[in-house]
């Protein structure tokens, strides 16, 4: 609080008022008020005790409402930043809560109703967003919104704003894949051109492996002797270190006849190198996704990400009658739902369905009836 002099017009002494209150209970409740213009130093006397009395109102009024949204925010992070979670994952959910929710920081958390989320839920829409970013983004806030009416943060509210809001139905779009064929045009065009990530896109289509898992092979991961790649840990491109795999447990590949021979050909140019494969400077900035769309568009195949190598493995294999269970130890996967999904990518649960229709007339029929018409 403070009472100062300053010069108005015509160097004339004027005062000004300007005060400060801030909240014993939330310290990020803060309200700051001024005024210029006093004749005398009296007037702005009795002026800064009108606006302190305003400022404690004020104050009062925004505690009985709760902490802002931002401060609820920050309380969060820092809750955060204690959980078991990578930090890949965390800086990405602080991120996506600040960015998504930038225009409701100011407010008052209980101010936050349904309308805010169904606005929230249509400008991500029309942003692009994936049904499932859109599923993910809804439930952090409500986990948000339920730590905050725990820590008494966010009082006066009966239940988080984004209960009741439907997202509508989500879309199910056919991933990306390759045929069999365009695998096959794939690495016989880029060892023809002698491309630097054929073996890259050989490996992922032999091994299922994912880019940071490649990025982490190392020569001793490889047993030509029992015919197994050890697959235990995988390199995180954004924070520039080598960590376990997605699923958090190691697991075996086995070297099949073609991989042993592009194995033998990439060791006899590894010129002692630790690492199985060469690291291009794309792939060390995590940009082997656009490598590959490059390439297949400049030979005319269909444009896809690094990762979809790893599908059409899994896939081929599902098409050549190998086990769901055994692919989904090879590639890692924790359950059999994600091997569904590449099932229904290879057709096989629907391949010879139709064949038990006969609807079209026998051949013998149709000559028949061709004969009379001529007749």
């Not at 005790?49 to 949204?69: D, F, H, N, P």
């Not at 990578?86 to 101010?111: C, F, G, I, M, Q």
Request: glycine residues 6%.
């Amino acid at each position: 609080m403070a009472v100062t002099s300053y010069l108005g017009k015509e160097n004339k002494p004027l005062w000004k008022v300007a005060v400060s209150a801030r909240s014993a209970l939330d310290p990020s409740i803060r309200v700051q008020k001024a005024k210029f213009g006093f004749a005398t130093e009296r007037e702005a006397a009795r002026e800064e005790m009108k606006l302190l009395r305003e400022c404690e109102r004020e104050i009062i009024t925004r505690e009985a409402q709760g902490s802002s949204w931002e401060s609820v925010l920050e309380v969060w992070t820092a809750h955060l930043a204690g959980e078991d979670l990578s930090a890949a994952t965390k800086e990405d959910y602080v991120a996506a809560a600040y960015n998504h929710t930038a225009s409701w920081l100011k407010r008052p958390a209980t101010s936050i109703t349904p309308v805010d989320v169904k606005e929230l839920v249509n400008q991500l829409k029309a942003e692009g967003r994936s049904y499932d970013f859109i599923k993910r983004m809804k439930n952090m806030l409500t986990r948000i919104f339920v730590f905050g009416q725990e820590r008494r943060l966010i009082k006066g509210m009966e239940k988080p704003p984004t209960f009741g809001v439907q997202l509508g139905r989500a879309e199910d779009k056919k991933p990306e894949i390759l045929t069999l064929m365009e695998i096959r045009r794939l690495l016989a065009t880029a060892r023809e051109l002698h491309h630097p990530w054929y073996a890259h896109w050989a490996m992922a289509l032999l091994t299922g492996m994912r880019s940071g898992e490649l990025y982490a092979l190392l020569w001793t991961d490889v047993d030509f002797e029992n015919s197994a790649i050890t697959v235990s840990k995988s390199h995180d491109s954004r924070f520039k270190v080598i960590k376990s795999t997605k699923a958090g447990y190691w697991r075996t590949v086995p070297i099949s006849a073609e991989l042993r021979v592009l194995l033998l050909e990439v060791r006899n140019q590894a010129e002692g190198r630790l690492h199985v494969l060469p690291r291009p400077r794309m792939w060390q900035m995590g940009l082997q996704a656009q490598e590959l769309r490059k390439f297949c568009l400049g030979v005319g195949l269909p444009s896809v990400r690094f990762h979809t190598l790893r599908a059409c493995f899994a896939t081929q294999l599902i098409r050549n009658g190998v086990p769901p269970i055994q692919i989904q130890k090879i590639c890692g996967w924790k359950d059999l739902k994600t091997m569904q999904r590449y099932i229904r990518i290879a057709g096989i649960e629907v391949d010879g369905a139709t064949e038990a229709l006969k609807v079209l007339p026998e051949p013998e029929i149709v000559a028949k009836v061709a004969h009379l018409f001529e007749s």
